[in-house]
Nanobody, 113 residues
């Protein structure tokens, strides 16, 4: 099966930038579309961004448009989430997900203060 390992989450000040990475390994047959979800403390899951295998951005949540950018490097089997102009409300556990949201990584914590 597929394995997803996120990294890059740290504590930053508001207005700062971060880049999250999601390294994909194993069975990559279901990874044409990849995405990022997040879950803020005490809240439900929010779909943040989705990208297809050709690098086309399929979706960005309104809350992150103009600030976050999803991308991928297929040669490295890695999906990225570039996060700029971070706000305190971006504080959440960020998860990388496969097509159909079938598989999830363990999450990486982003804290904005």
């Amino acid at each position: 099966h597929v394995q997803l390992v996120e990294s890059g989450g740290v504590s930053v000040q508001a207005g700062g930038t971060l880049r999250l990475s999601c390294e994909v390994s194993g069975d990559t047959s279901g990874t044409y579309c990849m995405g990022w979800f997040r879950q803020a403390p005490g809240k439900g899951f929010e779909l943040v961004s989705v990208i297809d295998g050709a690098g086309g951005v399929r979706y960005h949540a309104d809350s992150v448009k103009g600030r976050f950018t999803i991308s991928r490097d297929n040669a490295k089997n890695t999906v990225y989430l570039q996060m700029n102009s971070l706000k305190t409300e971006d504080t959440a556990l960020y998860y990388c997900v496969t097509e159909g949201f079938t598989h999830w990584g363990q999450g990486t914590q982003v804290t904005v203060s």
